[in-house]
């Protein structure tokens, strides 16, 4: 049993030495701090979400609106965060969610992380938009004694292509397939398009594509000598918006690798899922990121896990602390994902300040745990919280 809380001890040690942390404590500090090393576009890109934002607040403002209430006298001196997803254990709940075009952050940002990952057992969802090859991506994540990959799969027009890449993720060893339904388009970003930037369009995050045989193969020149070339079939093949979930049960006869569907904020879609033989959901609204003014994905979370499909239900939106991490897991969460603040981590430290960030969640997930009187992620129910004051009626 792992005791991620060390951390804090740590931490007052080397006080007593009149040594403070490198980097903030908390994910709002984290940001500050990131913003002023970041370029204003990398920065535009990775805090920016849709529209007028509405949804990334909202996000928020659901995890504010349950209270986590304290039992005491239980006898939790130990907590154990292990679960177990698809069949394989977990040192804690917590994954890195998958982000495209790191390499705009800091170069090398997948190795990194992959290091990361490996060296602390939290599982790395690895980008289709990558900056590195899964391939490399994956030789990192092996070095690792507790390394484990999933990867991420943005379903491009191109059929051959898709079976490629899925292709190639298992066979460098990747454990699952994650595919992203609500990202078939790009949503109205004002804060990108103030800058005039996407940076797939100036050939960030295209590693896994200008890697692939199938997709040079469709090239008339190696993207070394056209690259403009290349980035124009990218925006051509890059996604396939009439996906449809027959195509999800078409993917499980084509591959041998558990898939789960990352974007589910609706049970009926949930069921969908279901029926087409996944093998788990994300409950996510992208962070904000697609539909401006759509419902938070924590009570998106409470009716998916209500439908009773019997599959993990991961969580992916919002999360910024290990109080929020608590607050998923008693709403029916399995296990969460967390994203931008990993990444202001990344531009602040490189692996160091991943490593800060990740350290930071499980040691607050531990502390919180226990200290609310659970000596288990899996003592974690509805019954462990109550709705805020301010909490409107669903």
């Known amino acids: 049993m792992t005791s991620f809380a060390e951390f804090q001890n740590e931490i007052y040690q080397a006080g ?186 100036h050939g960030r995050g295209l590693a896994n594509y200008l890697s692939d045989p199938v997709f040079r193969a469709r090239l008339p020149r190696p993207p070394e000598d056209d690259p403009a070339g290349a980035i124009t079939l990218w925006s051509q093949v890059f996604s396939r918006p009439g996906l449809r979930w027959s195509d999800l049960r078409w993917l499980k006869d084509h591959t041998s690798l558990p898939i789960l569907v990352k974007g589910i904020c609706h049970p009926d879609d949930a069921r969908a899922a279901a029926q087409a033989g996944v093998d788990g959901l994300i409950v996510s609204n992208h962070g904000g990121r697609q539909v401006d003014g759509a419902r938070p994905a924590l009570d998106c979370l409470e009716d998916v896990a209500a439908a009773g499909i019997g599959l993990p239900i991961l969580f992916d939106s919002g999360v910024r602390s290990g109080a929020d991490v608590v607050k998923a897991l008693a709403l029916g969460a399995r296990a969460v994902l967390v994203g931008r603040p990993y990444v202001y981590g990344l531009a602040l430290g490189g692996g160091a300040g991943v490593r800060h960030v990740l350290r930071c969640l499980l040691a607050e997930l531990d502390l919180t745990l226990g200290l609310s009187g659970h000596s288990s992620v899996s003592e974690l129910t509805a019954s462990s919280l109550v709705p805020s004051s301010a909490r409107k009626p669903t």
Do not use: C, K
């Open 16 to 201: 007593v030495a009149g040594e403070v942390p490198q980097f903030p404590m908390t994910a709002e500090g984290m940001e500050a701090a990131a913003a002023a090393v970041m370029s204003p576009t990398a920065h535009a890109y990775v805090a920016g979400s849709a529209g007028l934002e509405l949804t990334a607040s909202g996000n928020r403002a659901a995890f504010e609106s349950w209270q986590i209430v304290p039992r005491h006298l239980r006898g939790v001196p130990e907590r154990d965060l292990a679960v177990e997803l698809l069949g394989s254990p977990l040192a804690s709940p917590l994954l890195l969610a998958p982000i495209g075009a790191l390499g705009i952050v800091r170069e090398g940002a997948e190795l990194l992380l992959a290091g990361v990952a490996a060296e602390l057992g939290v599982p790395l969802i690895l980008s289709t938009v990558a900056s590195t090859s899964l391939e490399e991506v994956a030789v990192e994540l092996a070095r690792g004694r507790q390394g484990v990959g999933w990867f991420q799969l943005y379903w491009p027009a191109d059929q051959e292509l898709a079976l490629s890449l899925v292709g190639r993720a298992e066979r460098a060893g990747y454990s699952a397939l994650v595919v992203t339904v609500d990202t078939w388009t790009l949503a109205w970003r004002p804060r990108d398009l103030a800058n005039g930037f996407l940076p797939f369009l």
